[in-house]
């Protein structure tokens, strides 16, 4: 899709979520519902033993207002610059404004929100692939991002945990095994697709967001009043065996390029008092070769690199501080 596409399924996602978040809470009824649904085949004198459980053992169901759990074999977007030519939105897009294809393969996430405003996320996803599917550009491959061919095929590729709670949010999150041709023209015309359809009329679509998001203009004036309190934030990412390949030129499929490999650690965290953030690399190898891996033979150098391997950044009230 384009921007405006994907502004409106941004548009669309947040009023879903937002009016499962405004349902009610769980009556009478419904917690004895779940007491005959969860042992309904065990016969009559189970289920009398299950009504008489104590509330703190369905405690967790109670306060559940929202779970979900979706599995893709595969997903396919299809990214095209706008057609300012283009007179419905509604209409077929010209393949000749084809930027790119994003395939997201054997992908699964589950979550958990709760009453009291925290929620539980978890996002596998075994292969993402990105295609450059530009018209009148000549070049050797159009795989720009894939997962690295390996013996592993049990391991995802993106594993990313989020909780959310009273204390703030932290999230972990693995990438495994990336390859990725550094075409630096292409991925900065993909990520400026996502930014601008993102940001685009913020205010407008926070007012038209709020309508339905009856949860969430309640939680908006609570921010509001207590705007000096920052929520807490973690994050925890770790970059695992990737493969990045610097290219002189995509058209040769042979041509001369250095491919990187690495392990890297990052942590952020933030505060209403400070901002902390270090980063490692280590076991980091570069091979001069031959840009596409089938051309590639013995034909492999090892670059000697030295590096330091690790940056901290720190910015609180006393100012931005720099370790290396």
């Known amino acids: 899709g384009s921007e405006d596409d994907l502004t409106v399924l941004m548009k669309i996602l947040l009023e879903n979520l937002g009016e499962a978040s405004s349902q009610p809470s769980p009556t009478q009824s419904t917690q004895e519902a779940v007491r005959v649904r969860k042992d309904v085949s065990s016969g009559p004198d189970h289920l009398k033993a299950q009504e008489d459980l104590p509330d ?7 306060n559940v207002t929202l779970q979900f759990d979706f599995h893709f074999e595969s997903l396919s977007i299809v990214l095209y610059n706008n057609d300012v030519n283009q007179e419905s939105k509604l209409a077929f897009h010209n393949d000749n404004f084809r930027l790119g294809e994003l395939r997201l393969h054997l992908m699964a996430s589950a979550g958990k929100m709760f009453k009291d405003g925290s929620m539980n996320v978890s996002i596998k996803l075994k292969t993402c692939t990105l295609d450059d599917l530009r018209e009148g550009i000549e070049r050797a491959t159009s795989r720009m991002i894939d997962r690295k061919n390996d013996q592993d095929n049990n391991s995802s ?4 945990s989020y909780k959310q709670g009273k204390n703030g949010s932290h999230i972990d999150a693995v990438l495994d095994k990336l390859y990725i041709c550094a075409s630096v023209e292409f991925l900065m015309t993909v990520a400026d697709f996502f930014i601008k359809a993102v940001s685009q009329s913020p205010e407008n679509m926070a007012k038209e967001a709020q309508i339905p998001l009856r949860q969430t203009a309640t939680a908006k004036l609570r921010i509001d009043k207590d705007d000096s309190l920052k929520p807490n934030m973690t994050l ?5 065996d990737p493969e990045v390949v610097f290219v002189a030129s995509l058209t040769k499929a042979d041509a001369p390029a250095l491919t990187a490999s690495f392990q890297c650690d990052l942590s952020l965290s933030t505060s209403k008092l400070e901002q902390m953030m270090e980063a490692s690399v280590r076991d980091l190898k570069v091979l001069a070769c031959p840009f596409l891996r089938e051309k590639r033979g013995k034909n492999i150098t090892t670059v000697r690199i030295t590096l330091n391997p690790k940056h901290g950044l720190k910015n609180g009230r006393n100012g931005l501080f720099i370790e290396s």
Do not use: R
């Open 157 to 160: 590729m993106i594993d990313i």
């Open 56 to 62: 703190s053992e369905l405690s967790v169901d109670q």
């Open 236 to 240: 925890k990412a770790m970059i695992t």
